[in-house]
């Protein structure tokens, strides 16, 4: 995997043109928060190989971030491969219409609507998306810090614009923060947040989650197309709320 860098061109939305003239590969347009992937048209298994370039904002966020708080993160570790995850995915019981994900290495769960397929895409620890419905999807990333809680960074309205304005949209597309909320889950603290990013063709309206634990600083999205906001807001929220940190 490619070195984390810190370069502008990094926070523009990368969009993957097609490499092979197979006929079996389509190109999807991915979310606004991670790049464009492909997949298999027919018979794809549930976990689907995609291409992408590494993804480098959330580490440049913090470390722009910090220095503007007059705080220092702890130095950017090489990302591991996904294929190292030491994770199992399983069927979620107590929330019907949801499967859940725990991954044990990195001390980190969450659950996402049932038919959502999971993709990897390099710099991402974690992607699950609709394959029809391209912008709906949810995404964690992991980046490694020396802080040890969400409320060293700032307030929560203040560490959401930043994360979305610098790692989550890119420059071209307008920006609005909904609301930004501190929450309390088993003595850690969680920041969550609305958001829509409104491109020339469509707006995606999201939801996340960041929370300092594990010597890293973990960070989810999930979120849809604008049009289909009020069908899946509810399952979205679900999404959110049951994100969870544990010890690694």
Wanted: hydrophobic letters at 40%; glycine letters at 6%.
């Amino acid at each position: 995997m490619a070195a984390l860098q810190n370069s502008p061109a990094l926070q523009k939305r990368l969009l993957l043109s097609a490499t092979s003239s197979s006929s079996n590969k389509v190109a999807l347009q991915g979310p606004a928060c991670f790049p464009g992937f492909y997949y298999r048209r027919r018979n794809f298994p549930p976990q689907t190989r995609a291409e992408a370039s590494p993804s480098t904002q959330q580490a440049c966020f913090l470390e722009r971030f910090g220095r503007r708080q007059a705080v220092v993160l702890g130095a950017i570790a090489p990302c591991l491969s996904l294929s190292q995850a030491n994770y199992a995915s399983f069927a979620a019981e107590a929330i019907k219409g949801f499967l859940a994900v725990s991954d044990k290495k990195d001390g980190y769960s969450f659950v996402y609507p049932f038919g959502w397929q999971e993709v990897i895409v390099q710099g991402q620890d974690k992607v699950f998306k609709d394959v029809i419905e391209p912008l709906e999807s949810v995404s964690i990333n992991t980046i490694p810090t020396s802080k040890q809680d969400i409320r060293e960074l700032g307030p929560p309205q203040e560490v959401a614009n930043a994360l979305i304005r610098k790692v989550l949209a890119p420059p071209s597309q307008k920006v609005k923060l909904v609301e930004a909320l501190e929450r309390d889950v088993d003595g850690k603290a969680y920041y969550t947040f609305e958001f829509t990013a409104q491109a020339p063709n469509f707006t995606r309206h999201a939801l996340g989650a960041i929370t300092i634990g594990n010597g890293k600083c973990y960070t989810l999205t999930t979120g849809a197309n604008e049009r289909r906001w009020e069908k899946m807001k509810d399952k979205l929220h679900t999404v959110v709320e049951s994100f969870k940190i544990s010890a690694a």
